[in-house]
């Protein structure tokens, strides 16, 4: 199975977990073009200066200065592992992408001929042309429908929640939309936002190598769930970038960022 993989140059946990998809994942498959998106948690509309402005006024200046410390010590040397990852796998990469449904990176996908498109937690919508090229997955780090869009983590801590998941779905044109393939639940042991989202990228993977192995043997067992059908459930759970409100209640909650 010919596959793509779309994701973004998140720079903390992103070359870990990608290492242990590919130490679970059968050698059949073949990983032949990997797009990877600037990271921008605020969305791929944002430039970079616009994000740490905004980081700062959401999550105070500690909090974008240990970002910031952390990045210059692990940051770049994980961003140049996780395209070596994908070098050392035989994957054409391309990186810096801005827009994945630009038309030279449509051009590169359909060159690729991929029988399947993945997406790891990307910030991107998937327009038509590209959910035509084939049929595409999506990782995202919730129990779908709850905390639809941007950083479910955050808010699956900030709503007090005593477990969360990750989910595999297949994906269309709304946001964290389409048929559940694999979901797998994971209890809140701790109320620290980074260690829970690496725990959920490695569980990710899991659930992400086993939807992957369910559809190469035509073994889409429908757990699967339309997921329009909640439409009401699902509209009310979606939510986007924190407000400094927020923050101060995720805090006051006793959570931590670190």
């Known amino acids: 199975m010919r596959i793509v993989i779309l994701t973004e140059d998140e ?5 870990d977990s990608f290492r242990h998809l590919f130490e679970i994942l059968p050698n059949e498959f073949n990983v ?19 994000t740490s402005f905004n980081i700062i006024r959401v999550f105070g200046m ?20 996780l395209e070596a990852l994908f070098r050392e796998k035989k994957s054409v990469v391309v990186s810096g992408v801005r827009d994945v449904n630009a038309e030279e990176i449509l051009s590169s996908i359909r060159q690729a001929e991929p029988d399947l498109i993945v997406s790891v937690t990307m910030h991107h919508l998937f327009g038509p042309e590209l ?15 709850n905390h639809r869009g941007l950083m479910p983590v955050f808010w699956a801590l900030h709503a007090g929640d005593s477990e969360t998941g990750v989910t595999v779905h297949i994906v269309d044109e709304k946001i964290d939309n389409g ?11 701790s109320r620290r936002l980074d260690p829970l989202y690496r725990e959920l990228k490695f569980e990710g993977m ?17 757990e699967t769930r339309d997921l329009s059908r909640s439409e009401n459930i699902a509209e009310r759970s979606a ?15 006793g959570n931590h960022l670190f």
């Open 206 to 222: 899991g659930a992400l190598a086993n939807a992957i192995s369910l559809i190469s043997g035509n073994e889409i067992v429908k």
């Open 32 to 50: 032949v073009l990997t797009v990877i998106a600037e990271f921008s948690p605020d969305g791929p509309s944002a430039s970079r200066i616009a």
């Open 179 to 189: 048929d559940i393939l694999v979901q797998k639940r994971v209890p809140i042991l």
């Open 62 to 81: 500690l909090p974008f200065l240990h970002a910031v410390w952390r990045y210059a010590r692990f940051g770049r040397a994980k961003t140049r592992q």
């Open 239 to 253: 939510r986007g970038v924190p407000e400094r409100k927020d923050v101060r209640s995720f805090l006051a909650s």
């Open 131 to 145: 959910l035509g090229l084939a049929p595409c997955l999506n990782l995202h780090l919730s129990l779908l429908p």
């Open 11 to 15: 720079p903390f946990h992103s070359s």
